[in-house]
């Protein structure tokens, strides 16, 4: 670390035993350095585990290839929707072989709610025919492994590999925490890639599942879209965008 660096994370970071949630008067509301987003990292992640102490992947699943077939599905669809439709999926095809085999128009049927529903069926039965043909019917547990499955890419395999198999290799990026990442102002990428690249060096690696969770929780909450809900947010007094409530 340069003598800068440094000089900025004492600057920053110089705590004398308080807790992240006593920091805040500490932590810049506009980061910009390393050790000051740093800071409000920690603050976000204490604040945000004492909001939603239940945060969990809200999509239903009871193994790792529901989770697969889950998380699919849930491309530019609500989970609950999702959820609305996988309990008739699963009953019908509860493994990679059953679904390999189903025809299109009977998985079509089934999935037709959760939109682009042809192309999510071609995933879903080429994701199976994959796993029984390479990987005896299992679910991978290697990014690499998962991202060459039809119909699953990086966000996916770390949906996948954080939750059904407690592994923790990247952070999931979906739209809420794109813009929870930039909005408190923990980066100013655009791009997935960009803003995970950018949250995986600000928080204990053990936390990444929990960390998207825990954003996607705050992003459906309070942190909305359109109009988020600032004057109530437990993390306004460290987010580079809070306003009155009538968004930033
Ligand atoms: S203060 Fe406002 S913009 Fe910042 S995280 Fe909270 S709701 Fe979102």
Avoid at 29 to 53: G, I, M, Q
Avoid at 120 to 140: F, N
Avoid at 183 to 189: A, E, M, N, S
Avoid at 228 to 244: E, F, H, I, K, N
């Amino acid at each position: 670390m340069s003598p800068v660096a440094k000089r900025a994370t004492r600057r920053t970071t110089k705590t004398h035993g308080e807790k992240p949630s006593q920091r805040a008067a500490l932590v810049s509301r506009s980061p910009t350095t390393k050790a000051a987003k740093l800071a409000v990292s920690a603050v976000v992640l204490e604040r945000l585990k004492a909001e939603y102490p239940d945060a969990h992947c809200e999509l239903d699943y009871r193994n790792p290839f529901e989770l697969l077939c889950a998380t699919i599905l849930s491309a530019q669809c609500t989970d609950v929707r999702v959820n609305m439709v996988t309990p008739a999926l699963f009953a019908r095809y509860p493994d990679a072989t059953a679904l390999r085999a189903a025809a299109p128009a009977d998985v079509e049927e089934i999935v037709r709610s959760t939109g682009f529903f042809r192309a999510k069926t071609k995933s879903l039965i080429g994701m199976a025919d994959r796993l029984v043909t390479h990987h005896h019917g299992e679910v991978p547990r290697t990014i690499a492994e998962l991202v060459r499955l039809p119909g699953v890419g990086r966000k996916t395999a770390n949906v996948i590999l954080g939750n059904a198999f407690h592994i923790n290799e990247g952070v999931v990026v979906d739209t809420h925490v794109q813009r929870l990442a930039r909005r408190i102002g923990l980066t100013r990428q655009a791009d997935a890639i960009g803003i995970e690249r950018a949250l995986m060096p600000l928080f204990p690696r053990d936390d990444w599942a929990l960390l998207s969770h825990l954003l996607i929780w705050h992003g459906r909450r309070a942190c909305l879209a359109r109009k988020p809900l600032c004057a109530t947010c437990v993390v306004r007094d460290v987010c580079a965008s809070a306003g009155d409530g009538e968004g930033p």
